[in-house]
């Protein structure tokens, strides 16, 4: 069986949540990605985190808040979703412009469909419960 295993952090400024908007697509992501084999998610969480949003982080600065795993067509898939502590103290930069358009800020009322359907379940269901 296939494994499709990805880390995704969460930036939240209640009502705000961090979001990539992807290239020349009406798509939406959290910062994170691939855990590559023999990466742990955190150490993945923190790899993606400077790669896409320059940002350094250290394992003390995300917390583990959600885990979700699924099997679908024989494939296992493995979500891993991180909160960023204290997000006021990061200057995002966008870190990959090739694939993404900006770094932008959405409101938690307004996640849409232009976001993946296991991300906008994790985002609808925190929603409230972070400040």
Known sequence: MNTNRKSRLIVS????VL????????KRS????????NEKPIEAM???????AGITLSK??????????????????QRY???L??????????GEPDKFEALEWVDFNDVSES????????LVEINGKIS
Do not use: C, W
């Not at 583990?64 to 494939?75: A, M, P, Q, R």
């Open 13 to 16: 400024k209640p009502p705000f």
């Open 19 to 26: 979001t990539l908007k992807k290239m020349h697509e009406n």
């Open 30 to 37: 959290l910062i994170g990605g691939n855990i590559e084999p």
């Open 46 to 52: 923190i790899r993606e985190a400077k790669e896409e």
């Open 60 to 77: 003390d600065d995300i917390s583990l808040i959600k885990e979700i795993h699924y099997t679908k067509n024989n494939i296992s898939y």
């Open 81 to 83: 979703y991180f909160l």
């Open 85 to 94: 502590k204290q997000p006021e103290q990061y200057h995002f930069t966008l």
């Open 115 to 122: 976001f993946k359907k296991t991300d906008r379940k994790v």
